[in-house]
């Protein structure tokens, strides 16, 4: 990344710092809320409510459907509603910093506007996904924009914290970028089974067992790239805690999803919650990975007689 597309703000002052913490709350309340977003799409794919509205983007050619509201209306109905709010949120994200951009990082305005390039992007899925009856490819693309925008949104918030280094992360940098795209994709893989109910299909049928296969042997490099990164944190000397942390913190998630995983598996999927629980701590895995990168790539030592203040300014960059 050139010096010029990172450049920070010369001097660091007091409107920067307080427009910068405010910037960062915001984007990493969208990934929060994307988080919770995404966990309520799941509950609204696996409870059969995807086309509980059959028009879009009213439903039953109402803002607020009363007459046929019920739980699968009401789930499928919610999830359009946070998703528009999100919308908007993002919006005023991308203004916030294109009018700030004289005391943000140079990058902050054109990632915030690539995030909103995302939303709409995803808007115009989500339409499809019912006018085009749930589609699959669809419904996967639908999921893996909406895991993109969240990690774009993890990645502008980790960028714009302040992080101290020691610079002795070496390649773990590079490990916990192989892993995040394997993890990314073994999501994508998740999503082409659960858009096309594969497991129930290869049980039952014995079609699309190659889809289900296919994210099962998925489960492999991911897990071996993850557990690489961990082990290679905890070997590390010398090594910031917060990097440990997170390398902690993403071996529990790899951890919790397996074990989802398989009672998922082993249970048919009939036990909608572990299947939406599945999702989200996956979306979670995805974005502890994330963060620790970013933070892994900023890993700068401290010169000596330097200031925490210039330290931000030239670790950001």
Same mark, same amino acid.
């Given at each position: ?20 913490t #405010? ?21 609204t ?7 509980? &509205?059959?028009? #879009?983007?009213? &439903? ?7 007459d046929?509201?019920?739980?699968q ?25 294109? @009018? ?6 140079d #990058?902050?305005? @054109? ?14 899925l ?25 990690? %774009? ?24 970028l ?10 994508? $893989? ?18 699309? &067992? ?23 944190? @905890? ?7 917060? $990097?440990?942390? #997170? ?5 529990? &998630?790899?951890? $919790? ?30 974005? %502890? ?29």
């Amino acid at each position: 990344m050139s010096e010029s597309f990172l450049h920070q703000p010369a001097v660091s002052t007091p409107d920067s710092t307080v427009v910068r913490t #405010w910037v960062t709350r915001l984007v990493f309340g969208l990934a929060i809320a994307t988080l919770f977003l995404m966990a309520l799409g799941s509950a609204t794919r696996v409870m059969n409510a995807g086309l509980s &509205c059959p028009d #879009w983007p009213l &439903c039953y050619g109402e803002f607020v459907p009363r007459d046929q509201m019920n739980l699968q209306v009401f789930l499928e109905w919610f999830h359009r509603l946070i998703a528009t709010s999100m919308g908007f949120a993002t919006i005023g994200l991308a203004s916030l910093a294109w @009018w700030n951009r004289r005391v943000l990082p140079d #990058w902050t305005p @054109w990632a915030a506007t690539f995030a909103l390039f995302l939303v709409v992007i995803q808007g115009i899925l989500g339409g499809l996904t019912v006018t085009e009856l749930l589609r699959f490819d669809i419904v996967t693309a639908h999921l893996g924009t909406g895991l993109l925008f969240f990690s %774009t949104l993890v990645a502008i918030g980790t960028s714009l914290i302040s992080h101290q280094g020691t610079g002795n992360v070496g390649n773990l940098k590079w490990v916990g970028l192989i892993a995040i795209v394997l993890v990314y994709l073994q999501s994508i $893989l998740g999503g082409l089974v659960s858009s096309q109910w594969a497991l129930h299909q290869c049980l039952g049928t014995s079609q699309l &067992c190659g889809v289900m296969n296919s994210h099962i042997a998925g489960v492999v490099p991911a897990t071996i790239a993850t557990l690489t990164l961990i082990f290679l944190t @905890w070997r590390t000397p010398a090594l910031p805690p917060l $990097l440990r942390r #997170w390398a902690t913190l993403a071996g529990l &998630c790899l951890l $919790l999803q397996i074990t989802l995983g398989v009672a998922t598996f082993r249970l048919h999927l009939q036990v909608e919650p572990l299947t939406v629980a599945h999702q989200a701590v996956g979306a979670s895995l995805l974005g %502890t990975l994330i963060i620790f990168t970013i933070l892994a790539f900023r890993d700068i030592p401290v010169l000596k007689g330097q200031s925490q203040e210039a330290l931000i300014d030239f670790s950001a960059s």
